[in-house]
């Protein structure tokens, strides 16, 4: 399970119903507030008028937007919208590394250079394969070396995947997502 998971939600305001949708989406992030497991939100606006709005929700756990789903706040929330949203909702979850450097304050179009995101990666590739070759290593000497090698790099990624980057990406979202 990862540390968090970020939902994309995209959907269109109908023509003249801008400012309702957005308000009644703001209230809706208001009381998800309260919900267990519900880390946050964000309304991002259509680039064009006439566009698609994007929601981005952070929960804690899958159980926690599985409940969220499942909860009658959100299905008051869904009916609530329909008069001013065209069509259902399109949804797209974000996990592992296509979550690592998901943006918490700015539009999803506008990811950290690369540069940013790959020294992110390094801080975070290079303690953890040090700490592993210092304690594993010694372990598995005597295994074959393809099978040494597959279980080191498992734990490698499953280590950066669940533990080390949702962290890192967070604590240095301040310096990722700077102008």
Known sequence: ???????????????????????????MFADASHFPGYLSAQLIP?????????ILQRFATEADL???NASPQRALWQERLRPVAEGDPEYRLLTGLDA???PT???????????KMTLVSWLGIFPTVSLLLWLITPLLAS???????AVFTALVALAMSYLVMPRLSRWMAWW????
């Open 1 to 27: 399970m990862t540390d968090t998971l970020l939902r994309v939600v995209r959907r269109k305001a109908k023509p003249g119903c801008e400012e309702a949708y957005e308000a009644l989406i703001r209230a």
């Open 46 to 54: 259509p680039e064009a008028p006439g566009g698609e709005y994007q």
């Open 66 to 68: 599985a409940r969220w």
């Open 100 to 102: 690592w450097f998901a």
């Open 105 to 115: 304050v700015i539009p999803a179009s506008s990811p950290p250079p690369k540069w």
């Open 143 to 149: 295994w074959p070396f393809l099978l040494r090698t």
């Open 176 to 179: 990722l997502i700077k102008k």
